[in-house]
């Protein structure tokens, strides 16, 4: 798969978090880095029933480290935008648990990469901090890989409208 890498600068970085406005971006290489997507933002380019949770993706990102996009775009592959769920408000495929609502799934599972996946120390530590690494323990196939990666950028276009 060819990487596609929307990163920034640490410059950039620096003036985001100094009150100054920055375009939403992924990095699927490291995705701790902040999307800096707005739940507006992300409202307007989710789809289904994803669209009322985008202040959930935007609140994980912001308490866990863990990119707002690609935890959607996860989210998205793995129930169908928030339409099909093999467990109770599972809308991330996360093994056989059921939450009390979709909005405690996408923290507990926001944690759950952030300490497991995405921790040079935790337990699935796959040797990076890109959506690849993710894939070694949490799938295995090149296809969710594939897919999830096209999500994210499919919901970045449609926030930085440059996409459908």
């Keep these: 798969m060819t990487s596609h890498v929307y990163a920034a600068t640490k410059t950039v970085f620096k003036s985001c978090f100094q009150g100054q406005s920055c375009p939403s971006k992924i990095d699927l290489s490291d995705i701790r880095e902040p999307s800096f997507a707005s739940p507006d933002e992300l409202e307007r380019a989710l789809r289904y029933d994803l669209i009322e949770l985008a202040p959930a993706f935007v609140e994980a ?3 866990y480290s863990v990119n ?5 775009a996860i989210a998205a592959f ?3 935008w928030g339409r099909y769920q093999f467990e109770d408000n599972n809308i991330l495929g996360f093994g056989s648990k059921d939450f009390d609502d979709e909005e405690e799934c996408i923290m507990y599972v926001a944690r759950f990469l ?12 796959g ?11 949490w ?3 090149q296809h ?5 990666s096209e999500i994210a950028f499919d919901i970045l276009e449609r926030i930085n409208g440059t996409g459908v």
């Design 68 to 72: 707002a996009i690609c935890l959607a």
């Design 61 to 63: 990102e912001k308490k």
């Design 139 to 141: 799938n295995g196939g």
């Design 78 to 80: 793995e129930s169908g």
């Design 127 to 137: 040797g990076g901090y890109g959506l690849e690494h993710i894939n070694i323990r």
């Design 144 to 148: 969710w890989l594939k897919e999830v």
């Design 114 to 125: 952030a300490e497991n996946y995405l921790s040079e120390d935790g337990q699935y530590f």
